[in-house]
């Protein structure tokens, strides 16, 4: 994966399509991060934000940010800063993921709480015949919903 990742980053680069670089960026980097090379998925990330602040995309600079500070070395502060800024602007989908991993970063419930009503906001949003597969069919979804009910169980 990590060599067809580069081959593409390598192709985008050569087309100059900044939005193909920096998905593939953020797509690299967690390959990066799975196989242990935090130094690299850090550099990914890096570039991903300078990116996605040259384009001023939210989504991209919300995850890049988020995924760059909890790797050694990040800086949590700057992407709890980030998600105030551009939080409005960010594509729900990636915005519950990225509450659910500052909610795993920093243990503040509130972060948790907001990705699991996002979470559910868009499952609502489908039609009720395919509300169950929106959660079951996605592990980052059951992941989250497993951990906002374990919260409750706790703490409700």
């Known amino acids: ?22 998905g593939t960026l953020m797509s690299l980097a967690a390959v990066e991060k799975k196989m242990g090379r935090e130094d690299e998925a850090a550099a990914h990330y890096e570039e991903a934000l ?6 001023d995309d939210a989504t991209l600079i919300l995850g890049a940010a988020t995924h760059r500070a909890v790797l050694p070395g990040g800086d949590l502060p700057l992407a709890l800063r980030i998600l105030e800024e551009h939080r409005s602007r960010c594509r729900k989908p990636a915005l519950t993921q990225i509450l ?57």
Request: aromatic fraction near 6%; charge should be negative; charged fraction near 35%.
């Open 50 to 55: 300078e990116l996605g602040r040259e384009s």
């Open 1 to 22: 994966a990590r060599a067809l990742l580069q081959e593409a980053l390598d192709l985008f680069r050569q087309m100059e399509l900044a939005p193909g670089i920096a």
């Open 100 to 156: 659910y991993l500052l909610w795993q970063a920093t243990g503040d419930r509130a972060h948790l709480e907001d990705a699991h009503a996002l979470m559910l906001e868009q499952r609502d949003a489908l039609p009720e015949d395919e509300r169950e597969a929106f959660l079951d069919a996605d592990p980052r979804h059951r992941e989250l919903d497993e951990a906002w009910q374990e919260a409750q169980a706790r703490d409700p």
